[in-house]
């Protein structure tokens, strides 16, 4: 949910395979600590954030 709380964005992942049903959840989750809702027209410019997969990956 967007930090407004107006806004709402809605993930989708669908496969036949359902024996990995907890792995497809897994993933989605996984994703949706990736998303971040930024202004497209900001009034004043913000520090890019460092993405949490090159933390991983560091």
């Known amino acids: 949910m967007h930090p407004d ?6 993930l989708d ?3 036949a ?5 907890d ?3 897994d993933i989605l989750e996984a ?3 990736t998303v971040l ?4 027209e900001p ?4 520090a890019t954030k460092t993405s949490r997969v090159l ?3 560091l």
């Open 5 to 10: 709380g107006l806004h709402l964005l809605v």
């Open 13 to 15: 992942l669908t496969s």
């Open 17 to 21: 395979s359902t024996q990995h049903a």
């Open 23 to 25: 792995a497809y959840t």
């Open 31 to 33: 994703v949706a600590h």
């Open 37 to 40: 809702f930024t202004d497209p």
């Open 43 to 46: 009034s004043t410019p913000t």
């Open 55 to 57: 933390e991983v990956l």
